[in-house]
């Protein structure tokens, strides 16, 4: 028998095909498609984040699932009305200038998107200049800054400044993370909250915006 559990099983598991078919089985069964949604998908795709953040998981099983998930969502989005899907929040991601890595910047956004928020992926090397024009365009509730560069870190606190400068700090929260970063360094800059890994990004997102109460402040 069909079940959101075997769903967000194959999610878990990161077997696409088999998200395919059971998503396709719900549907024709006459299950809700947000609830397939809630309650399969992104159900299995939590899992694999409090896995991820408790070193049960790695990143090439994360990935496998979040293309498992992006499989059965493909399916299911085009039923939905718009609007139909509430979103998180929308949030601006990127590496700042300077700085090319981007795997775990890409991992964050798997994560925030995973956990219903709309992200803008900038890419690397993004200057404040462009961030702030991210901002002015899209109107985002978070901006994410990653750092993988003990060198580039203090382009995060540029970024902020430059932000203030242009009167755009204040409508928007600014996360910070990669491996040099501390809470510490956070609060020197001026940064709302600092997240250690992808999972605990996306909590911290929901945390920032009132949307997820039982979760502590990870700055």
Known sequence: MLSYEDLAGSV???NW????????????SNYAPLEIINKGLISGMNVVGRRFKEGDMFVPEVLMAARAMSAGVDIVKPLLADGAMPSAGKVVLGTVKGDLHDIGKNLVG???ESAGFD?????TDISPEEFAEAIRKHNPDVVAMSALLTTTMLTMKDTIDFLCGEGLRGGVKVIIGGAPV???FADEIGADGFAPDAASAALLCKNLL?????H???R
């Open 216 to 218: 502590a402040d990870y």
């Open 12 to 14: 878990i598991n990161g």
């Open 110 to 112: 798997i994560m925030l």
């Open 210 to 214: 009132g949307r997820e109460q039982n």
């Open 182 to 184: 501390s809470p510490e």
């Open 119 to 123: 992200v803008l992926n900038l890419g």
């Open 17 to 28: 095909t088999r998200v395919a078919e059971l998503t396709r089985g719900l549907l024709d």
